[in-house]
């Protein structure tokens, strides 16, 4: 199988020097989505293509390899995707994290939630920290669907995962291994305004770490939105502002 691999990052784990690893597939279609080869491949065998852009495809063996010899100085694996809650490799891949004395972190678009729960209650495979996309208000998530039909269920899913991302947060976690959680929005033009953005702080807890980026045009899925243009400088702050005064902990990356 092939994956995405960068094999050094120091923005992919918070505080940590890591290495991410992306997986193929996603049950999403996200028009804006940089990562369209990955998330169109096959689950089982992942991209023809040899390069993604931000990272090279490999087998899944190089990518071990690489964490091998280089466990010493990194602090942390990322694992995003497409979405990696669908691979079949991502058991295998914490655990090989896990026996390297690394941490684990896996990007998700929370709209497995049952294949989240099973992790998250497994020693062995819970990570330590998630990191969920909240893309735009839960009505909305059919225009990311494969068929747009799908939305109110996918959202569905997701209001069940931020509810258990919640339930943790007040528990504490689990004591041997607390989970830490981020919250991530793209400012996508037409997809994430102040409507928007109300509505996705009104799913998320008060105290969230909930990180807000720009949008890239070029690379999208949907070459469509390659026209779209950017939130200009100031309607970026606004819209950043107006994120912190629902939620403290909101940032712009
Ligand atoms: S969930 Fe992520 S990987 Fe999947 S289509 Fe959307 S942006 Fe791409």
Known sequence: ?????????????????????????????????????????????????????????????EAYAHLEKRSRVLGGLAISGGEPFLSPALPDLIRKARNLGLQVKI????????RLKTFLADPELRPDMIAVDVKTSLSRYGELAIEERAGPRLAEELQKTLQILKDEALRGGNASRPLRVEYRTVLVPGLVGEKELREIASLLPESADWELAGFISGVCLDPAWNEKTPYGPEETRRLASLAQSLIPGAKLR
């Open 107 to 114: 990007d998700t678009n929370g709209t497995l939630t049952d």
């Open 1 to 61: 199988m092939k994956v995405g691999l960068l094999k050094t990052s120091l923005v992919n784990f918070p505080g940590r020097v890591c290495a991410a690893v992306f997986l193929p597939g996603c049950n999403l279609r996200c028009p804006f989505c940089h990562n369209g080869e990955l998330a169109c491949a096959p689950v089982a065998t992942g991209p023809s293509g040899g390069t993604g852009e931000t990272e090279s495809y490999v087998e899944i063996e």
